[in-house]
């Protein structure tokens, strides 16, 4: 079909609420907040257009928490995360999805949420990129959302590893990877392609 | 194969925390407490036997709470189902999955907690018998779990309902309805069969 | 909402390509024989009007075989449900999803297929009316597809059986149980409700 | 838990009955081929030690056809996949699942298949490294399996893309991409590790 379809976005934030309390944390941690940095301006910016924000956060094996408990344990112990959990703490009118793996979409309501919403179109941010970024990614393109992917939200162990996997995205799931500030633009004053 | 099987059982709670703020709640009340006295019963007789509790919950559309605000608006506020809240309370060891639909395994991680938490048998509780109690027993015998829904731990709208819904998951996914405390008997005292 | 939808059906003809070789598939053939009747003519109207028809059907177990495998083995051995096979042999244009468990939807295309073909109201016939049929219908009504169930339709092991589970469809997924030919007027001519 | 689980393996082979009648075709033909060399090797020693063998194949949105429909339609028509199906041949025993997407487990049956074969271990094959594969691998880490992908037995478009699929999954999913020789030693003479 030759329609034109209007994109209607959602931002999902991946894993940034997070202890960072394993041994490989202390390298992701720089990566991370400075993502953060990026994804905390770009959700402010689109809260105010009237775009949904989904916390898609793993529940690290604790079934019997919620997503407020998590937010508690990063915000409140001394853990690796807190600085990041602090950049990152949800509003009352955030969304949340805890998944148990390592795509969003897997054994999680998140489809659902999403057409409850009348979204088409992702914007995925978080940690990390070759892991569940690319994993949510790859799930997201099999149920035909566009996705944008903005280079400067997503973080993982090491530079090289990120742009790898940014890459792959861009070849393999046809990810918008254009920088968060460009996104904004092209949301606020969308062209006909 | 003839292999024998221990039981490892999980006691399903199936949307007990319920505001019941919907037309016909008034009608579902009375049946709904009863059915909460047995099983507050059971729970407590077998969390002493080291059996898993689960509160499958439906979210009620509401995607930005979780399972504790669900609980405080029950017991906090005046609501028509603070006095089922007040016999359902959660332990803090108690597990729990937010069900978007009817079925407890519809776009929720539940089948992975069960299987985290090594159980085959699944003991179904809560309201209402013909729809979210049937829905999830059907979706677990689907997945082949053996099924015991205690029929004085279930309840629908009219105790005709409930009935035939019991009658039907007795005859279509082989659940033993035999009452909490037969129940009991048989998880504290297996026997060959 | 309050928007009018336009229904767009799919007729799913479930189990009806049926060896019915095993014990109870004596008690079941007359039931299945009469419905499948009506099938045959609705399936015959219905493809005029450009209804896309799928055949849901189970595997039986056998992984190693495909539909037509099944379709030839219920008409060209001498198994009981060759008759049934005879009626209800699929045209070349016609879909088909093998289902290994009760419900079509279950680890199966079924719902991408819909999606594919527009579909948002399901015309589900076939047996049995208190197993497939009713597991089949579950599932799509928590995928909100509109459900139509002709009680001429559909066949079980006893007429009383039939009955029950189709006075349970209509009461708790909500569908229209009006027969085959009150259904093909109103797909004829639609008129505002 | 430091328990000892013996490998129980399946062959998967992705996308190898393939016309290949797409623009980037022409391409991909001379490196399918050669994996597909090497992967009828594999499938013909690794049947004699009694693993099974699935089909895992695109149906290329020919709702309508099966699969001994897309084997003939490769075998005999003059299409550009014909010598790759020439070698790919199933044989009577071999199983096959059809996926409607590029995860082979994305609405299918394919889990539960792999749960009545009692696998625990996969052997990944096929077309493309940085697709099919790639995804299929994916989601069969998140659902605990272990994973050998053979790197003489994929292939891609390239062999940059190729060994950077290769190599992602060795990282991400822990896959081990020995040779298939290799990987036959292995299963024929397990050793302690």
Redesign the interface.
């Known amino acids: 079909m030759s329609m034109i379809t209007t994109p209607r976005y959602a931002l999902l934030m991946i894993d940034l609420i997070n202890d960072l309390e394993f041994p490989s944390g202390v390298d992701l941690l720089p990566h991370a907040l400075e993502a953060a940095h990026h994804v905390a301006l770009l959700k402010k910016q689109i809260k105010k257009l009237g775009v949904p924000v989904i916390y898609v956060n793993d529940n690290y094996g604790r079934?019997?928490s919620?997503?407020?408990?998590l937010v508690s344990h990063c915000l409140q112990e001394e853990v690796r995360g807190k600085p990041l959990a602090e950049m990152m703490k949800p509003d009352?009118?955030?969304?949340?999805i805890?998944?148990?793996?390592?795509?969003g979409f897997?054994?999680?309501?998140l489809?659902?949420?999403l057409t409850?919403l009348n979204v088409n179109s992702l914007i995925l941010t978080g940690v990390t990129g070759?892991?569940c970024v690319?994993?949510t990614a790859?799930d997201a393109?099999?149920r035909k959302y566009s996705l944008f992917i903005p280079s400067d939200c997503v973080a993982s162990h090491t530079n090289e590893i990120n742009q790898?996997a940014l890459h792959?995205m861009k070849?393999?799931v046809k990810a918008d990877i254009s920088s968060s500030s460009v996104l904004l633009e092209q949301i606020k004053s969308p062209t006909i392609n």
């Open positions: 079934w019997q919620d997503f407020r408990h009352e009118d955030d969304y949340f805890l998944k148990p793996q390592y795509s897997f054994a999680t309501p489809d659902l949420l409850h070759d892991m690319q994993f790859n393109y099999m790898r792959t070849e393999v």
